[in-house]
């Protein structure tokens, strides 16, 4: 079945520090790729999608690249802030009618 | 940009009552809805998928006599937790999949369920 495997945390920066948020995958054929924010006490947002091999998803600063090739989606930030402080989960989907499959979630902490 | 409400947010309730959430689509029609419940400090869990119009789908080792889904509408979508015990609070999370989008669901923003 589908899987999605992120890279363990908390992340800890200093603030305007480089982020990356290792997120790979398991899926046949061609899934659409996700990451979702959550900030303490909220439920998820979607921050950025990816929906077929090459594209690049971006919002707020954020990036993640669809890479076939090594089944990743990597999610990258190249100043971060305080405010960035959430959990960020990777998430794969065939269609919005079936369901999500999540990684296990980053909690990312951005000191000043 | 596709909001989608859920009520209410916080809610405590004695062992023993049943508690009914609601997760609405505001501004798009949503054919299918999602429940998942998340423990503290952990990932979403699926806990079954919701088809307006037909039986919900629940996801292995939920109790469907437990959480009862109805999706009589296009726009809503409710779980009702039945005799809810201490052990079922937790956070609730709802997702809608938008009909005429088909590769994005958005998310509520969360019921937290505490039973005393």
């Known amino acids: 079945g589908d899987s999605v495997t992120q890279m363990e945390g908390p992340v800890t920066l200093s603030e305007e520090a480089f982020l990356t948020i290792n997120c790979t995958y398991t899926?046949?054929?061609?899934?659409?790729l996700f990451w979702y924010v959550q900030y303490p006490g909220e439920g998820l947002q979607l921050l950025l999608k990816?929906?077929?091999?090459?594209d690049k998803g971006s919002n707020k600063g954020f990036e993640a690249t669809y890479r076939k090739e090594t089944t990743s989606f990597h999610l990258e930030k190249g100043s971060v802030q305080v405010s960035d402080s959430a959990v960020y989960f990777c998430a794969l989907s065939h269609n919005a009618g079936n369901m999500l499959t999540f990684g296990g979630g980053t909690r990312l902490m951005v000191k000043p | 940009g596709a909001v989608v409400s859920q009520h209410p947010s916080w809610v405590i309730c004695k062992s023993g009552t049943s508690v009914k959430i609601e997760c609405r689509s505001l501004d798009f029609q949503a054919t299918t809805m999602f429940w998942y419940r998340q423990f503290p400090k952990q990932s979403l869990m699926l806990m079954a998928t919701?088809?307006?119009?037909?039986?919900?789908?629940?996801e292995q080792g939920v109790e469907k006599d437990k959480f009862l889904i109805n999706h009589a509408s296009l726009t809503l979508s409710t779980l009702t937790v039945t005799s809810a015990h201490p052990e079922d609070s937790s956070f609730y999370i709802c997702s809608a999949a938008d009909t005429d989008r088909t590769d994005t669901q958005y998310f509520g923003p969360g019921t937290r369920l505490t039973v005393l």
């Open positions: 899926a046949t054929g061609y899934p659409s």
């Open positions: 990816a929906t077929k091999a090459d």
């Open positions: 919701s088809n307006e119009g037909s039986k919900a789908t629940y």
